[in-house]
């Protein structure tokens, strides 16, 4: 039974359209019809589906039994690595994630954060509502995960997917590579994270976490971009060169 994968809720009845690359395939591969069963796969769900109309550029399921969880867990095509600002600053960023469609935000107290750990868990309810209050204000499919906030360095026992594209963002005298470059020479079916550090960079020995994890540093050209907009420009980059946006 062939599997597809939907990028948001669903349950029992809905109906359902596979994303354009998925409809793209089956149409041109003629080897599925209207009343076939198919497997529908989301973030947390699996599902039991029967194709119920083939247009010209589209294909419509409809959701006829929960098959139960997801088999493995769920890697998001693009995950921010935030240094944690002020309460307005991060804000704007989590509202903006929603729209661009950030998959997910990893906030993180570096040596210069402007926010601690402790005092940012207590706005995490709050972060969820913005992007509850986003989502459906954006009419995104699916909401942002947002984690609790961590410690960087915690970074090195987080979940990172291996094959995975992993860039950093600095201004540091170190080897720094062009957004450019890393995006020509990369597979851009990987999922992607990015991390970006405060207004006043990262220090030293945050620079050695990001190194032991393997990720490449970044620069960008021409104007300088705040914190809370940088994570946002690229991840958008990204998303189009994926073909996401």
């Known amino acids: 039974m062939r599997k597809f994968f939907v990028r948001h809720k669903l349950s029992v009845d809905n109906i359902t359209h596979l994303s354009d690359s998925d409809s793209k395939i089956v149409i041109a591969e003629k080897v599925l019809k209207v009343e076939d069963p198919i497997e529908v796969e989301t973030y947390e769900k699996r599902y039991l589906a029967q194709i119920i109309d083939i247009k010209k550029n ?5 959701i006829l039994e929960e098959l139960g969880d997801r088999e493995s867990e769920y890697i998001p095509s693009i995950t ?3 240094s944690l600002s002020n309460d307005s ?3 704007f960023f989590i509202e903006k994630s929603v729209e661009v ?4 935000i990893i906030p993180v107290e570096s040596q210069y954060s402007l926010k601690t750990k402790n005092k940012a868990t207590r706005d995490w309810g709050y972060w969820n509502k913005l992007v509850r209050d986003a989502t459906e204000q954006s009419r995104n499919i699916f909401p942002t995960i947002i984690e609790k906030p961590i ?8 979940a990172i997917a291996k094959d995975s594209i992993k860039i950093c963002l600095a201004t540091e005298a170190i080897d720094l590579r062009s957004l450019e470059d890393v995006i020509s020479s990369s597979d851009l079916s990987k999922p992607v994270y990015i991390a970006i550090g405060p207004e006043k960079g990262w220090s030293p020995s945050d620079l050695e976490v990001f190194k032991n994890l393997n990720f490449q540093f970044i620069k960008l050209k021409g104007n300088i971009l705040r914190t809370e907009t940088t994570g946002l420009v690229i ?3 990204f998303k189009y ?3 996401e946006i």
């Open 89 to 91: 600053k991060f804000n």
């Open 151 to 158: 410690f960087l360095k915690e970074l090195n026992s987080y």
């Open 241 to 243: 060169m994926k073909g």
């Open 80 to 82: 921010i690595i935030q």
């Open 58 to 62: 589209s294909v419509e399921a409809m």
């Open 101 to 104: 469609g950030i998959e997910k």
């Open 235 to 237: 991840s958008s980059i």
